[in-house]
């Protein structure tokens, strides 16, 4: 039964790290202090021709019931993605069986190899065949506990024989990151010099979030493309704290911009003004709550215990905000319906709400779901292809939206009139 329970635990630990861990590089130092778990995964990381992978163990100690436990039966290996799916039915078929004795696998070393403390064991491994790797440590002694320190190193070699520590599929992210970055930073100063030809009557609140929005999300960019060029280069962050900054402004702004914008709250309509202040204090919340939970992620790795939790949290917390935004944006679109009854032309320009309120919700469950899915059928070399797809539908709608809900005047887009506005203040407090 105990067997048992161990294989599953193994099988679905490979199968849910797998999905949810994103090739990443940079070299690292790790401690592991009294694990349990049959298999722990390290890194994943796209390799090309010619690869390596540096590994350092030290301050290495078992626990087990047995005084001298079989340290051949506890070690690391790689094992590609190819051989994944051969990997799991081997595991299947025999859930006793140890996984570093697979032949699918490719054998690293065992805790037999090791030197006596307090020498450290040093080792580099050449990869000679291109594709995503994945770094496993297996335990295969029942009811023992592991403490270690994993010092570890991925990286390609380029053709002058330098280093590049980003994974096969993120080595054009640096570039990309900076074109759209500097596009970002265009669009803000477009925006920012056109308030100078509009009068102050037309100036809405809504349009001193836009340019703060677009400048936060340059340098978000900018941050970004800066920290994985450096990750390139040396294999450590350098940027990271600055990007993290940033990127919490921008997701704040950016809900909060939708929500004003797609409720129709830019111009503070009594209607949706109570419930839109509900649903902004929550999402503004629930979105520094899930960037705390991204950054846990990223600053760790799947190797600790509750990575898989903090993804969760993440993706939970991110898909409530969503959730609620399209609840408020659905609810003001019928709130709105009914008060333009009867009226031609108001009833146009609500047209054009709904439409914009539409490419809101697809651009949520586009970024959302789609490019999740996308992103897991992608293959590895190509990771850097669901990112320019995101960037690009983010710019578009941020074109969108600046374009429809822009400095225009108040009047051409306004559905309710001044005296509509007192007959909805009536109708909220009925």
Same mark, same amino acid.
């Given at each position: 039964?105990? =067997?048992?329970?161990?294989?599953?635990?193994?099988?679905?630990?490979?199968?849910?790290?797998?999905?949810?861990?994103?090739?990443?590089?940079?070299?690292?130092?790790?401690?592991?202090?009294?694990?349990?778990?049959?298999?722990?995964?390290?890194?994943?990381?796209?390799?090309?021709?010619?690869?390596?992978?540096?590994?350092?163990?030290?301050?290495?100690?078992?626990?087990?019931?047995? @005084?001298?436990?079989?340290?051949?039966?506890?070690?690391?290996?790689?094992? =590609?993605?190819? @051989?994944? /799916?051969?990997?799991?039915?081997?595991?299947?078929?025999?859930?006793?069986? %140890?996984?570093?004795? =697979?032949?699918?696998?490719?054998? &690293?070393?065992?805790?037999?190899?090791?030197?006596?403390?307090?020498?450290?064991?040093?080792? @580099?491994?050449?990869?000679?065949?291109?594709?995503?790797?994945?770094?496993?440590?297996?335990?295969?002694?029942?009811?023992?506990?592991?403490?270690?320190?994993?010092?570890?190193?991925?990286?390609?070699?380029?053709?002058?024989?330098?280093?590049?520590? &980003?994974?096969?599929?993120?080595?054009?992210?640096?570039?990309?990151?900076?074109?759209?970055?500097?596009?970002?930073?265009?669009?803000?100063?477009?925006?920012?010099?056109?308030?100078?030809?509009? @009068?102050?009557?037309?100036?809405?609140?809504?349009?001193?979030?836009? /340019?703060?929005?677009?400048?936060?999300?340059?340098?978000?960019?900018?941050?970004?493309?800066?920290?994985?060029?450096?990750?390139?280069?040396?294999?450590?962050?350098?940027?990271?704290?600055?990007?993290?900054?940033?990127?919490?402004?921008?997701?704040?702004?950016?809900?909060?911009?939708?929500?004003?914008?797609?409720?129709?709250?830019?111009?503070?309509?009594?209607?949706?003004?109570?419930?839109?202040?509900?649903?902004?204090?929550? #999402?503004?919340?629930?979105?520094?709550?899930?960037? %705390?939970?991204?950054?846990?992620?990223?600053?760790?790795?799947?190797?600790?215990?509750?990575?898989?939790?903090?993804?969760?949290?993440?993706?939970?917390? *991110?898909?409530?905000? %969503?959730?609620?935004?399209?609840?408020?944006?659905?609810?003001?679109?019928?709130?709105?319906?009914?008060?333009?009854?009867?009226?031609?032309?108001?009833?146009?320009?609500?047209?054009?709400?709904?439409?914009?309120?539409?490419?809101?919700? $697809?651009?949520?469950?586009?970024?959302?779901?789609?490019?999740?899915?996308?992103?897991?059928?992608?293959?590895?070399?190509?990771?850097?292809? =669901?990112?320019?797809?995101?960037?690009?539908?983010?710019?578009?709608? %941020?074109?969108?939206?600046?374009?429809?809900? $822009?400095?225009?005047?108040?009047?051409?887009?306004?559905?309710? $009139? *001044?005296?509509?506005?007192? #007959?909805?203040?009536?109708?909220?407090?009925?």
């Amino acid at each position: 039964m105990m =067997s048992k329970m161990v294989f599953i635990t193994g099988v679905l630990t490979v199968v849910v790290l797998l999905l949810l861990s994103p090739s990443t590089a940079e070299i690292k130092t790790i401690t592991i202090t009294s694990d349990t778990r049959p298999l722990i995964l390290f890194e994943k990381f796209g390799f090309t021709y010619p690869g390596r992978v540096a590994i350092a163990a030290s301050s290495v100690a078992v626990v087990a019931p047995s @005084s001298q436990p079989n340290l051949s039966r506890l070690g690391f290996f790689l094992i =590609s993605e190819k @051989s994944l /799916p051969q990997f799991i039915i081997e595991m299947e078929q025999n859930p006793t069986f %140890c996984i570093l004795n =697979s032949p699918y696998t490719s054998h &690293l070393f065992t805790f037999l190899d090791l030197p006596p403390p307090p020498a450290t064991f040093n080792r @580099s491994y050449s990869v000679t065949i291109s594709d995503e790797y994945s770094l496993f440590f297996a335990n295969c002694v029942p009811e023992s506990s592991v403490s270690m320190e994993i010092h570890t190193e991925f990286f390609n070699l380029n053709r002058d024989a330098s280093r590049n520590y &980003l994974s096969s599929g993120h080595t054009n992210l640096p570039s990309l990151l900076f074109l759209f970055s500097f596009a970002y930073f265009s669009f803000f100063l477009a925006f920012s010099l056109y308030p100078r030809h509009v @009068s102050k009557r037309s100036l809405e609140r809504i349009h001193l979030l836009m /340019p703060q929005l677009l400048l936060a999300t340059g340098l978000s960019h900018l941050f970004a493309a800066l920290d994985m060029h450096h990750v390139k280069l040396t294999g450590t962050h350098g940027w990271d704290v600055f990007f993290f900054n940033f990127d919490l402004i921008r997701v704040v702004l950016l809900f909060s911009v939708v929500i004003l914008v797609g409720t129709r709250w830019t111009f503070l309509h009594p209607l949706v003004r109570e419930r839109g202040k509900k649903v902004l204090f929550l #999402v503004i919340p629930l979105q520094v709550l899930a960037c %705390c939970a991204y950054s846990v992620v990223h600053d760790t790795g799947p190797y600790i215990i509750n990575w898989v939790t903090w993804n969760q949290v993440f993706l939970l917390l *991110d898909l409530i905000s %969503c959730f609620a935004v399209v609840f408020l944006v659905v609810w003001s679109m019928r709130s709105l319906r009914k008060i333009t009854e009867g009226e031609p032309a108001a009833a146009m320009k609500f047209s054009l709400i709904k439409r914009f309120n539409l490419v809101v919700i $697809g651009y949520l469950f586009f970024t959302r779901f789609v490019m999740f899915a996308f992103k897991t059928v992608l293959s590895y070399e190509y990771q850097w292809v =669901s990112n320019l797809v995101e960037e690009t539908a983010t710019l578009v709608f %941020c074109i969108a939206m600046f374009y429809v809900f $822009g400095l225009l005047e108040k009047d051409e887009y306004s559905v309710i $009139g *001044d005296e509509e506005e007192q #007959v909805s203040e009536i109708v909220v407090k009925e």
